[in-house]
């Protein structure tokens, strides 16, 4: 155990506790970028059909740890892995894994909208076309579910053939979102999606956010606490690579069993 912050894992009970009915589990994970080490030791569990918030100050390894979930990082040379990330059962880092599989099942939605310089309806589809279906009635129906999951339908239904860049900036975010789903994903990883977006942008992708955990997992990473209160059923504050506190949100906001996340909640640093 590192100075500032203790490794929550299930030797001491609390990141056993809420392991639980956990879709992915981080099983003492580190990552290094060449010699810097951005993550340590991390220990967690993603519960299925929650809303999982993780914060923290920034370069903590926010983003690092929600990329490691679906290999996000294997684009980046001299990344180094230890420890496990499990994801149904198995190792994501482990053997024979199919990592376009993996993020199909793992969808990621970035901070900036990126949605694809194609029309709305063909964001939607695309990977449904990379993997062969080409049925319009499949594809129709696709973009329809997927859309009207993403709280998108209404304002698009009429322009599905319009320019995805023609969207606002929010409306991209929604497609973003609709695009991962149409793959059919079980966990959706947001990467601090409302930091471009406007008050009521914003306000519809948390609303988004709360919805989607009926069917889908959801790990998001957020500075705003308030965001974080609002939207998630768990948080892991991370801070200098380590999570030092996990828990159900109520319990990380109003009783921190750590000082360091009392000081990052109650404003004192970060
Ligand atoms: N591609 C990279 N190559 C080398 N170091 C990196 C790379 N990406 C991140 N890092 C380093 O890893 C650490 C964690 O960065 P990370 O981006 O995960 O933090 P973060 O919590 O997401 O920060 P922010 O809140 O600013 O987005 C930082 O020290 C950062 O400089
Ligand atoms: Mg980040």
Known sequence: MEEGGAVIGPENGAGADAEGDAVMRCRGFSLWYGKVQALKGVHFGVRKNKVTALIGPSGCGKSTLIRALNRMNDVIDCVRTEGEIEFLGRNVYGPG?????????????????????????ENVVYGLRVHGVNDRRVLDEAVERSLKQAALWDEVDCRLHEPALS?????????????????????????????????????????????????????????????????????????????????????????PKEALTERYITGSFG
């Not at 894994?97 to 309806?121: A, C, H, W």
């Not at 991209?172 to 789903?181: F, S």
Request: proline share 5%.
């Open 97 to 121: 894994v199919d990592v376009t599989e993996l993020r199909t099942k793992v969808g990621m939605i970035f901070q900036r909208p990126n949605p694809f310089p194609m029309s709305i309806y």
């Open 167 to 255: 969207l606002s900036g929010g409306q991209q975010q929604r497609l973003c979102v609709a695009r991962a789903l149409a793959g059919g994903p079980e966990v959706l990883l947001m990467d601090e999606p409302t930091s471009a977006l406007d008050p009521i942008a914003t306000a519809k992708i948390e609303d988004l956010v709360y919805h989607l955990k009926r069917d889908y997992t959801v790990v998001i990473v957020t500075h705003n606490m308030q965001q974080a209160a609002r939207v998630s059923d768990f948080t892991g504050f991370l801070y200098l690579g380590e999570l030092v506190e996990f828990g159900e949100t109520e319990q990380v906001f109003k009783r």
